[in-house]
Protein backbone atom coordinates (compact mmCIF):
# COMPACT_ATOMS: atom_id res chain seq x y z
CA UNK A 1 0.00 0.00 0.00
CA UNK A 2 1.14 3.67 -0.61
CA UNK A 3 2.41 5.28 2.14
CA UNK A 4 3.54 9.10 3.06
CA UNK A 5 7.26 8.94 4.21
CA UNK A 6 8.77 11.87 6.00
CA UNK A 7 12.33 12.57 7.20
CA UNK A 8 14.44 12.73 9.55
CA UNK A 9 12.13 10.78 12.11
CA UNK A 10 13.74 12.90 14.98
CA UNK A 11 15.39 16.39 14.04
CA UNK A 12 16.93 18.33 17.61
CA UNK A 13 18.45 21.78 16.93
CA UNK A 14 19.09 24.81 19.27
CA UNK A 15 16.82 27.84 19.50
CA UNK A 16 16.72 30.10 16.15
CA UNK A 17 17.91 27.71 13.47
CA UNK A 18 16.82 26.94 10.78
CA UNK A 19 14.96 23.46 10.35
CA UNK A 20 13.79 21.43 7.34
CA UNK A 21 11.53 18.73 7.22
CA UNK A 22 11.54 16.56 4.14
CA UNK A 23 7.85 14.71 3.10
CA UNK A 24 7.64 12.74 0.48
CA UNK A 25 3.35 11.96 -0.34
CA UNK A 26 1.92 9.32 -2.10
CA UNK A 27 2.91 9.90 -5.93
CA UNK A 28 -0.50 10.77 -7.52
CA UNK A 29 -1.46 13.09 -4.62
CA UNK A 30 -2.03 16.58 -5.21
CA UNK A 31 -3.02 18.31 -1.92
CA UNK A 32 -0.52 18.42 0.73
CA UNK A 33 -0.69 19.06 4.55
CA UNK A 34 1.28 20.16 7.48
CA UNK A 35 -0.04 18.85 10.81
CA UNK A 36 1.71 19.98 14.15
CA UNK A 37 0.83 17.82 17.39
CA UNK A 38 2.62 19.63 20.44
CA UNK A 39 3.15 16.79 23.14
CA UNK A 40 0.04 15.22 24.76
CA UNK A 41 -1.87 17.81 22.99
CA UNK A 42 -4.20 17.96 19.72
CA UNK A 43 -3.57 17.72 15.92
CA UNK A 44 -3.43 21.16 14.59
CA UNK A 45 -3.82 22.22 11.34
CA UNK A 46 -0.65 24.28 9.75
CA UNK A 47 -0.92 24.40 5.89
CA UNK A 48 -2.44 22.93 3.27
CA UNK A 49 -0.90 22.90 -0.36
CA UNK A 50 -1.89 22.52 -4.00
CA UNK A 51 -0.86 23.40 -7.31
CA UNK A 52 2.37 24.94 -6.39
CA UNK A 53 0.71 27.64 -3.96
CA UNK A 54 -0.68 27.41 -0.01
CA UNK A 55 -4.32 26.99 -0.24
CA UNK A 56 -5.54 27.52 3.20
CA UNK A 57 -3.05 28.61 6.51
CA UNK A 58 -4.25 28.35 9.87
CA UNK A 59 -3.03 31.06 12.73
CA UNK A 60 -0.03 29.15 13.64
CA UNK A 61 1.59 29.28 10.44
CA UNK A 62 3.22 32.68 10.39
CA UNK A 63 6.21 34.17 8.30
CA UNK A 64 8.38 31.94 10.52
CA UNK A 65 7.08 29.24 8.62
CA UNK A 66 7.09 28.14 4.47
CA UNK A 67 6.46 25.32 2.12
CA UNK A 68 7.78 24.27 -1.07
CA UNK A 69 7.67 21.59 -3.49
CA UNK A 70 11.15 21.97 -4.92
CA UNK A 71 10.69 18.81 -7.38
CA UNK A 72 8.14 16.26 -8.36
CA UNK A 73 8.47 14.29 -5.28
CA UNK A 74 9.55 16.12 -2.11
CA UNK A 75 7.32 18.44 0.37
CA UNK A 76 9.02 20.52 2.86
CA UNK A 77 8.28 22.54 6.03
CA UNK A 78 11.25 25.04 6.75
CA UNK A 79 10.99 26.98 10.05
CA UNK A 80 13.10 29.64 9.75
CA UNK A 81 14.22 30.68 13.33
CA UNK A 82 13.10 28.20 15.82
CA UNK A 83 11.54 28.41 18.82
CA UNK A 84 11.26 26.53 22.10
CA UNK A 85 7.28 26.54 21.45
CA UNK A 86 8.27 24.66 18.03
CA UNK A 87 8.80 21.97 19.78
CA UNK A 88 6.47 19.18 18.29
CA UNK A 89 5.84 16.09 16.28
CA UNK A 90 5.27 17.42 12.55
CA UNK A 91 2.87 15.04 10.40
CA UNK A 92 3.07 15.45 6.79
CA UNK A 93 -0.32 14.19 4.61
CA UNK A 94 -1.24 14.06 0.83
CA UNK A 95 -4.92 13.55 -0.62
CA UNK A 96 -5.93 13.43 -3.84
CA UNK A 97 -8.43 15.50 -5.20
CA UNK A 98 -11.80 15.24 -3.99
CA UNK A 99 -15.51 15.84 -5.31
CA UNK A 100 -17.88 17.36 -3.56
CA UNK A 101 -20.48 15.09 -1.83
CA UNK A 102 -17.39 12.77 -1.78
CA UNK A 103 -15.37 11.78 0.90
CA UNK A 104 -11.45 11.27 0.89
CA UNK A 105 -9.17 10.38 3.32
CA UNK A 106 -5.77 11.88 3.95
CA UNK A 107 -2.83 9.88 4.35
CA UNK A 108 -0.47 10.63 7.25
CA UNK A 109 3.28 9.70 7.62
CA UNK A 110 4.88 8.45 10.33
CA UNK A 111 5.79 12.36 11.62
CA UNK A 112 8.80 13.98 12.41
CA UNK A 113 9.55 14.69 16.26
CA UNK A 114 11.32 18.05 16.18
CA UNK A 115 13.11 19.05 19.89
CA UNK A 116 14.26 22.51 20.11
CA UNK A 117 16.95 23.22 22.50
CA UNK B 1 -16.36 27.22 12.23
CA UNK B 2 -15.99 24.35 11.88
CA UNK B 3 -14.72 21.79 15.21
CA UNK B 4 -14.83 18.35 16.95
CA UNK B 5 -15.34 17.39 20.72
CA UNK B 6 -14.20 14.23 22.45
CA UNK B 7 -14.59 13.33 25.66
CA UNK B 8 -11.72 13.82 27.86
CA UNK B 9 -9.62 11.01 29.20
CA UNK B 10 -8.24 8.69 30.61
CA UNK B 11 -10.45 6.12 29.90
CA UNK B 12 -9.49 3.28 31.79
CA UNK B 13 -11.03 -0.11 30.95
CA UNK B 14 -10.57 -3.95 31.90
CA UNK B 15 -9.88 -6.16 29.15
CA UNK B 16 -12.92 -7.73 27.40
CA UNK B 17 -14.93 -4.72 28.64
CA UNK B 18 -17.32 -1.79 26.62
CA UNK B 19 -15.93 0.74 24.91
CA UNK B 20 -17.48 4.45 24.09
CA UNK B 21 -15.59 7.15 23.40
CA UNK B 22 -18.73 9.72 22.54
CA UNK B 23 -17.61 12.85 20.37
CA UNK B 24 -19.82 15.29 18.47
CA UNK B 25 -18.90 17.75 15.94
CA UNK B 26 -19.86 20.90 14.60
CA UNK B 27 -19.52 21.74 10.97
CA UNK B 28 -21.21 23.67 7.91
CA UNK B 29 -22.34 21.65 5.05
CA UNK B 30 -21.85 17.52 5.13
CA UNK B 31 -18.25 16.87 6.16
CA UNK B 32 -16.73 13.39 6.64
CA UNK B 33 -15.50 12.30 9.72
CA UNK B 34 -13.13 10.03 10.81
CA UNK B 35 -11.31 7.99 14.07
CA UNK B 36 -7.91 8.06 14.03
CA UNK B 37 -5.47 6.41 16.26
CA UNK B 38 -2.65 6.93 17.91
CA UNK B 39 -0.01 4.02 19.34
CA UNK B 40 2.52 4.94 21.59
CA UNK B 41 5.68 6.78 20.37
CA UNK B 42 4.00 6.11 16.68
CA UNK B 43 1.86 8.25 13.68
CA UNK B 44 -1.43 8.23 13.05
CA UNK B 45 -3.33 6.18 11.61
CA UNK B 46 -6.34 5.75 10.28
CA UNK B 47 -9.12 3.24 11.99
CA UNK B 48 -12.25 4.00 10.36
CA UNK B 49 -14.25 6.35 8.59
CA UNK B 50 -18.06 7.55 7.11
CA UNK B 51 -19.04 9.76 4.70
CA UNK B 52 -22.60 10.63 4.85
CA UNK B 53 -25.20 10.05 7.20
CA UNK B 54 -26.06 6.99 8.30
CA UNK B 55 -22.77 5.49 7.40
CA UNK B 56 -21.07 3.03 9.73
CA UNK B 57 -17.39 3.24 9.56
CA UNK B 58 -16.05 -0.08 11.14
CA UNK B 59 -12.23 -1.32 11.46
CA UNK B 60 -10.10 -4.42 14.03
CA UNK B 61 -14.05 -4.21 16.35
CA UNK B 62 -14.39 -0.77 16.01
CA UNK B 63 -17.55 1.09 14.79
CA UNK B 64 -18.96 4.17 14.17
CA UNK B 65 -22.00 5.70 12.98
CA UNK B 66 -22.48 9.01 11.62
CA UNK B 67 -25.23 10.95 13.18
CA UNK B 68 -26.53 14.16 11.55
CA UNK B 69 -29.01 14.40 13.89
CA UNK B 70 -27.24 14.24 16.69
CA UNK B 71 -24.19 15.55 14.94
CA UNK B 72 -22.38 12.63 16.75
CA UNK B 73 -19.87 9.81 15.57
CA UNK B 74 -19.08 7.87 18.76
CA UNK B 75 -16.48 5.18 18.77
CA UNK B 76 -17.26 2.06 20.02
CA UNK B 77 -15.83 -1.65 20.94
CA UNK B 78 -17.51 -4.42 22.13
CA UNK B 79 -14.34 -6.35 23.71
CA UNK B 80 -11.48 -4.22 24.07
CA UNK B 81 -7.96 -5.57 24.38
CA UNK B 82 -4.83 -4.42 26.28
CA UNK B 83 -3.57 -3.55 22.42
CA UNK B 84 -6.45 -1.24 22.40
CA UNK B 85 -4.75 1.23 24.67
CA UNK B 86 -3.93 4.05 22.75
CA UNK B 87 -4.94 7.69 21.91
CA UNK B 88 -7.83 8.32 19.48
CA UNK B 89 -8.80 10.97 17.75
CA UNK B 90 -11.91 11.86 16.46
CA UNK B 91 -11.70 13.78 13.31
CA UNK B 92 -13.50 15.80 10.66
CA UNK B 93 -12.66 17.16 7.05
CA UNK B 94 -14.94 18.87 4.76
CA UNK B 95 -15.45 17.42 1.06
CA UNK B 96 -14.09 20.95 -0.51
CA UNK B 97 -11.55 20.08 -3.04
CA UNK B 98 -8.97 19.13 -0.15
CA UNK B 99 -8.71 17.21 2.83
CA UNK B 100 -7.82 19.99 5.61
CA UNK B 101 -8.89 17.82 8.74
CA UNK B 102 -9.90 19.21 12.17
CA UNK B 103 -9.10 17.56 15.04
CA UNK B 104 -10.53 16.56 18.74
CA UNK B 105 -8.50 16.52 21.80
CA UNK B 106 -7.40 13.07 21.63
CA UNK B 107 -8.57 10.35 24.63
CA UNK B 108 -6.26 8.35 25.77
CA UNK B 109 -7.61 4.84 26.67
CA UNK B 110 -5.57 2.62 29.15
CA UNK B 111 -6.73 -1.05 29.13
CA UNK B 112 -5.76 -3.19 32.06
CA UNK B 113 -5.36 -7.10 32.15
Known amino acids: EPEVTQTPSHQVTQMGQEVILRCVPISNHLYFYWYRQILGQKVEFLVSFYNNEISEKSEIFDDQFSVERPDGSNFTLKIRSTKLEDSAMYFC???????????????FGPGTRLTVT | GNSVTQMEGPVTLSEEAFLTINCTYTATGYPSLFWYVQYPGEGLQLLLKATKADDKGSNKGFEATYRKETTSFHLEKGSVQVSDSAVYFCALSRNTGGFKTIFGAGTRLFVKA
Open chain 1, 93 to 107: ASSEIVRRGTGSTGY
